[in-house]
């Protein structure tokens, strides 16, 4: 390579490193926070042969994690999605049997909810965010 191609492209260079550097400076250095809280939570799950119906509970350490939840009954031999249901606001929810005999398992849905959020004098933005893991209850046999 010749003497004047290097400069060339160590100019080039230098210019590259500098205009990245002006640019890092421009933008401000936090102007986007999140804090997230975790919570588990738990599903039970029963089946009700007299009126042919399952019934479960989500439970959780946080009651922002037990009501409005999505609840799915899947059949255990082929993961086939049954039903599906939202849990009322102490967390309790049922979904009907359909007329089959067999194995089924249910699963709360993760849940992510914004707690509160805004923003400081500077115009930085704030967010605090609950995430409410997911859960898979113990297999359950019905016999309609």
């Not at 939570?41 to 009126?51: E, F, G, H, Q």
């Amino acid at each position: 390579m010749s003497q004047k191609r290097m400069r060339s492209v160590a100019v080039a260079l230098c210019a590259l490193v500098l205009g990245a550097s002006l640019i890092a400076g421009a933008v401000p250095a936090s102007a986007h926070e999140d804090s997230t809280e975790t919570a588990r939570s738990k599903v039970s799950m029963v089946y009700k042969a007299r009126k042919a119906k399952f019934k479960g509970l989500v439970t959780s350490s946080r009651d922002r994690c037990v009501g409005g939840r999505t609840v799915k009954l899947f059949k255990a031999r082929n993961n086939a999605l049954v039903g599906k249901t939202t849990t009322s606001a102490s967390g309790s929810w049922a979904i009907p049997a359909k007329k089959n005999t067999g194995k089924y398992y249910s699963k709360v849905i993760a849940a992510d909810y914004t707690l509160e959020s805004g923003s400081d004098a500077y115009g930085n933005v704030w967010v605090h965010e609950l995430l409410c893991f997911g859960a898979k209850s113990l297999t359950v046999t019905s016999n309609t």
